[in-house]
Nanobody, 126 residues
Framework: QVQVVESGGGAVQTGDSLRLSCVASGRTVNRYAMGWFRQAPGKEREFVGAVSQSGASTYYGESMKGRVTISRDNAKNTIYLQMNNLKPGDSAVYYC???????????????????WGQGTQVTISS
C-alpha cells in the first residue's frame, strides 16, 4: 500500500512564495514518478508539474511554468513544489500523485495514476 501526504499549504499574499512537500511511503515508491495537480472551486483539475523516478527529468504545465520548480529527494521519498510570484489565480487545492508511468506519459495523463494525497489548500490574497 502506498500513502501520499502533502504539506506546506497556507494563505499568503500576491507575490509571495510557498514550498509544498509530498511524502510517499511504500516499498516501491522510489520507482514511481510523482507530480502535482491543482483544482480550484468550479474548475477542472489542472496539471502543475511532475518529476521522474530518478529526479533527473521534470515537466511543467503551462499555467505555472516559469514560476514553479519541482525537486525530488529519494532518500526521503519526498518531492517539493517551489512556487514563486504567486497570484490569486493560483489559489486551489494542490494534490500530489505517485505511480508508475512512462516518460511519454509524464504530464496531464498522470491524472490516471493510482496514488493521490488528500490535498493541501493554497490561498493567495491580493
Amino acid at each position: 500500500q502506498v500513502q501520499v501526504v502533502e504539506s506546506g499549504g497556507g494563505a499568503v499574499q500576491t507575490g509571495d512564495s510557498l514550498r509544498l512537500s509530498c511524502v510517499a511511503s511504500g516499498r516501491t515508491v522510489n520507482r514511481y514518478a510523482m507530480g502535482w495537480f491543482r483544482q480550484a472551486p468550479g474548475k477542472e483539475r489542472e496539471f502543475v508539474g511532475a518529476v521522474s523516478q530518478s529526479g533527473a527529468s521534470t515537466y511543467y504545465g503551462e499555467s505555472m511554468k516559469g514560476r514553479v520548480t519541482i525537486s525530488r529527494d529519494n532518500a526521503k521519498n519526498t518531492i517539493y513544489l517551489q512556487m514563486n510570484n504567486l497570484k490569486p489565480g493560483d489559489s486551489a487545492v494542490y494534490y500530489c500523485v505517485a505511480g508508475q508511468t512512462t516518460k511519454t506519459a509524464m504530464g496531464p495523463r498522470m491524472a490516471t495514476l493510482d496514488y493521490w494525497g488528500q490535498g493541501t489548500q493554497v490561498t493567495i490574497s491580493s
